[in-house]
């Protein structure tokens, strides 16, 4: 069906929208700088894995990353190609599946490489080994999502590496950001060079990792482009990999709630919504972070009395399912729409069924503002995983 793309005012029920124009735009970005810096950028399950929009991330990139068996089963059997894929730990009982659909395999430690690398030569004798290594350095601040923080359950760090790699290492893998500019990056290769660099004439390849948010409008492409230039010039035999999960969907769509309802306590407004942050926009609580409605403004907690200011509560049971404040240029009424921007990245991937709540259909809106339904779902999808 035509939609409006401004309110989206035939939606009546909750609706992840991807903007195919916009997704477009990024995956021109990225390939953009794959092939002005003569390096490889793939895409990341983590952050955003709606295969049925694959088709479209092919004639872009040519192969995706993987941190389980069935992400590195969705990159082998949707996006058609093997994996980059790296876990935390590797089971005895999923191993031989992984690596059949690896191109790239990343060991956490070198007590699972000791375990498993010949096992993975007889089973895929292509897939290429790699080791994460930590190079104690990041600048995310939030320590839920720091790579590095001191206890680190992530990598090999320098003064636990042999002078000698064996012999079927080739790769390291290096991952230390979250929706970082080129600037953190440039810090943080300075350490990776100073760390690791003894040890770059052993190896083939190396990844960089995610979090290099270059979509963002902020975001100083020249210099990542330059870095990578100049790093390749000083290694010319690694092939250097990115593996951005939010840079592919940043700002690509919004997720459309409606008004259910409209409650009042110590002067306090709260709007229920037909969606859940903790179902279906849990970076909002767990960073935390307040997303960009649209149409409104994110004001004060000292504002909160302020006329047509209003809390935005979820349908959960869960209490803290809310936040707030925004304030908007009228009073809400039950049915109208609110659009919370920029929900396409770290959601889809990340929602669940708590309460048993419906979960938001997804839909792909295309340049001429012809809205597919991709999925809707239903009291099955519920069902089915709790049996």
């Known amino acids: 069906m035509k939609i409006n793309a401004l309110t989206f005012e035939e939606l009546h029920r909750p609706t992840y929208i991807l903007e195919e124009a916009k997704l477009r735009n990024n995956l021109s970005l990225i390939s953009k700088v794959a092939k002005e810096a003569d390096i490889e950028i793939i895409l990341a399950f983590k952050a955003y894995a709606l295969w049925r929009t694959f088709p479209i991330f092919r004639e872009y990139i040519k192969a995706t990353t993987a941190s389980s068996l ?48 010949a096992h993975i030569k007889q089973i895929n004798k292509e897939t290429s080994i790699g080791l994460r290594v930590n190079p104690e350095y990041s600048e995310v601040e939030t320590l839920l999502y720091n790579p590095c923080a001191p206890g680190t359950r992530f990598g090999v760090s320098a003064d636990k590496l ?31 060079e100073q760390k690791f660099s003894p040890w770059f004439s052993q190896i083939k390849w190396i990844n960089f990792g995610g979090g290099h948010l270059m979509t963002r409008k902020d975001y100083d492409i020249p210099r990542l482009i330059k870095l990578l230039k100049t790093f390749k010039e000083k290694y010319p035999w690694l092939k250097v990999i990115l593996e951005p999960g939010s840079a592919f969907a940043w700002q690509t769509g919004p997720l459309v709630a409606q008004v259910v309802d409209i409650v009042e306590d110590k002067g306090i407004q709260t709007t229920i919504l037909n969606v859940s942050f903790t179902c279906h926009m849990p970076d909002c609580l767990e960073m935390p972070y307040q997303p960009t ?89 519920y069902k089915q995983r709790m049996d």
């Open 70 to 117: 069935y992400e590195a089963k969705l990159g082998f059997q949707e996006f058609g190609a093997p994996t980059h894929t790296f876990s935390p730990a590797y089971t005895d009982y999923e191993i031989d599946e992984i690596a059949r659909c690896s191109s790239h395999l990343v060991f956490n430690s070198l007590s699972q490489y000791n375990r498993f690398h």
């Open 162 to 192: 042999p002078k000698t790699l064996p012999n079927d290492i080739e790769g390291f893998h290096v991952h230390c950001h979250c929706e970082n500019g080129s600037d953190v990056f440039e810090r943080t290769l300075a350490h990776i």
């Open 293 to 381: 409605v649209r149409n409104a403004a994110c004001v004060e907690e000292i504002e909160q009395h302020a006329t047509n200011t209003y809390r935005l509560g979820g349908n959960s049971c869960l209490s803290g399912d809310w936040l707030g404040y925004w304030h908007f240029d009228h009073a809400l009424e039950i049915g109208e729409n609110i659009i919370f921007e920029d929900m396409l990245h770290y959601t889809t991937v990340k929602t669940n069924m708590f309460n048993g709540i419906t979960h938001p259909g997804i839909a792909l809106l295309h340049p001429n503002n012809e809205l597919e339904i991709l999925r809707q779902y239903a009291y099955e999808d």
